[in-house]
């Protein structure tokens, strides 16, 4: 297992979320970061998330 970062913002730059969590590859934590977003209402702010190697995996400004 890896460990994935996914942070999400506000317009102002304030963080909303900055979370690790655990993935097997870099398809499971974009669906798992996805997952994360939609249950904390945060498809439509700012947000990343990025794998070990510094990967962006999801991107929305």
């Known amino acids: 297992m890896k ?7 506000e317009a102002n ?3 909303l ?4 969590f655990q993935a097997e590859n870099d398809d ?3 669906s798992l970061g996805e997952k994360l977003l939609s ?4 498809l439509e702010k700012t ?4 794998s070990p ?3 962006l ?3 929305h400004s």
């Open 3 to 9: 460990t994935y970062k996914l942070t999400a913002f």
């Open 13 to 15: 730059g304030e963080k």
């Open 17 to 20: 979320l900055d979370e690790a």
């Open 28 to 30: 499971a934590a974009k």
């Open 39 to 42: 249950e904390k209402n945060l």
């Open 47 to 50: 947000h990343r998330c990025t």
């Open 53 to 55: 190697s510094g990967k």
């Open 57 to 59: 995996l999801l991107f």
